[in-house]
């Protein structure tokens, strides 16, 4: 989860709010695949049946679903990978290194598509819906929209203060959200970079921010707590919600329905803490569930399923919340 604040924050699983209430507690349904080596992070593709692990043999692992067959492996090259992503379209993916290098591949092909270099470590890679922008920015410094296909910088948005801790994309891919080091929630047009709102509600920088499924919602959560419901057009918070703990990463579900969560335990980072499913309309939490050890990733399948993966020697253990 994001340890490495990024691998973590990318890699991991989803956010929501959790509005305290009548909850299922009961483990969720598992199931165990068997891989040639350790998975260290899974990724779901939320727009189509795919996943891919990272796999301690230095191979990425392209998996399709609902049997989690094997599909290809992708040799990687070396490095310290710190930054791990997958489309929502299930087309590309993307590693970062210690070294700044950032390397994107075909799931369909295994062939590389695209490389590029930044000045120090990347601290977020994400794709749009689409999976035709990549968006990606070294630790501190400012995000970066790239052509995927062209494998060129089509803009960059402004530096803030402190850098970028999370991005993500309206899923009409107009818009992308940062949660930025200076506490602010930033909405900006992808075409050209153009700001569209900003707000600074939170008192602590976030961590987390997904778009609701009609773009009009940007949802943020962080340090301080406290999970945010903004006007993705005028910047505004039209509700507030307090937590127990800060969140790794959120995305809400391919129907706009639900917002899952991971949150971290602050005090212990190395133990897991609770995994919730919101619904956005209600507030009412719909699954609430604390792991036997840490999760290496998951996410919502495009089939509506939210799963969460915990591994042990080759073997992937997946629990489906949903």
């Known amino acids: 989860m994001r340890r490495n604040r990024t691998l973590a924050l990318i890699a991991v699983l989803m956010l929501g709010a959790p509005v305290r209430g009548a909850a299922q507690s009961v483990a969720p349904a598992e199931s165990i695949v068997q891989l040639p080596a350790p998975v260290a992070v899974l990724v779901v593709a939320s727009g ?13 692992r392209v998996l399709s679903l609902p049997a989690w067959r ?21 087309r590309f993916i993307v590693l970062g290194d210690h070294q700044g ?13 695209c ?3 930044l000045g120090r470590y990347p601290g977020v890679a994400v794709f749009s819906d689409d999976g035709r922008t990549l968006a990606v ?84 959560s962080g340090g301080d707590k406290a999970v945010l419901f903004i006007d993705a057009a005028s910047g505004r918070t039209s509700r507030r919600v307090t937590v127990a703990q800060p969140p790794l990463v959120m995305q809400i579900s391919r129907d706009g329905a639900l917002l899952g969560t ?3 335990k602050s005090e212990d980072m190395t133990k897991p803490d609770h995994i919730i499913l919101t619904n956005i309309a209600s507030g009412r939490q719909e699954a609430d569930w604390v792991p036997p050890v840490m999760p290496v990733g998951g996410g919502w399948t495009v089939d509506g399923h939210f799963i969460v993966a915990t591994a042990a020697e080759s073997t992937l253990h997946l629990w489906k919340l949903k």
């Open 137 to 220: 920015a070294a630790q501190g410094e400012a995000l970066q929209l790239v052509d995927v296909a062209g494998c060129t910088t089509r803009a960059s948005l402004p530096q803030a203060v402190g850098g970028v801790m999370a991005a993500a994309f309206s899923r009409d891919n107009r818009s992308i959200a940062t949660a930025d080091g200076d506490t602010a929630v930033r909405v900006y047009e992808t075409r050209d970079a153009k700001l569209i709102s900003e707000n600074k509600d939170s008192m602590m920088s976030p961590l987390a921010v997904d778009f609701t499924a009609d773009g009009r919602t940007v949802v943020a």
């Open 70 to 90: 094997e599909q290809r492996a992708i040799d990687l090259p070396p490095g310290r990978f710190v930054v791990f992503s997958i489309s929502p379209d299930g």
């Open 101 to 113: 290098n950032v390397h994107v591949w075909s799931t369909d092909s295994g062939a590389s598509q």
């Open 115 to 117: 490389e590029l270099h």
């Open 48 to 60: 189509r049946p795919l996943a891919a692990a990272f796999t301690t043999d230095r191979k990425i």
């Open 262 to 264: 991971v949150f971290m």
